[in-house]
């Protein structure tokens, strides 16, 4: 089975660590080497980031090889590229995890006893059906 996203210039990927830079958005400027590949974002300086420690998205950004800050913020600014991934699966995702992790002990709390009530309601329902069934 053939890869479905390609290192290509433009391509945005995701960075998974270090800690520092995870869950930063960044696209792919120019290739360095069979391992390494220079990035950039605006606001974030350019900088070599090896693939393994880049996750591929589905998303493209029509630019020039070594682009300049002002021609990829305006490429993605017409892509729109950060606001569909935070509308996508992926993007969802990271969200839900960082406002889990940003919850206080009383935000847990809540959850918990949300989370037991609706498990009680599935299971009086479920117990319901499996007597009626019999």
Do not use: H
Not at 41 to 55: D, N, S
Not at 58 to 72: G, Q, S
């Amino acid at each position: 089975m053939p890869f479905a996203r390609q290192v290509s210039i433009g391509r945005v990927a995701l960075i998974e660590f270090p800690e520092a830079d995870a869950g930063k958005l960044v696209v792919i400027s120019d290739v360095v080497s069979p391992t390494t590949a220079l990035v950039d974002w605006p606001g974030q300086t350019r900088r070599k980031v090896l693939f393994k420690r880049l996750a591929l998205t589905d998303f493209t950004v029509e630019i020039p090889r070594l682009a300049k800050k002002a021609v990829l913020t305006k490429a993605l600014e017409e892509a729109d590229v950060e606001a569909k991934f935070n509308k996508s699966a992926w993007g969802q995702k990271l969200a839900k995890r960082s406002a889990k992790a940003a919850q206080t002990d009383f935000d847990r709390y809540k959850s918990a006893v949300t989370k037991m009530k609706r498990s009680a309601q599935v299971r009086r329902a479920f117990n319901a059906l499996k007597k009626s069934s019999k």
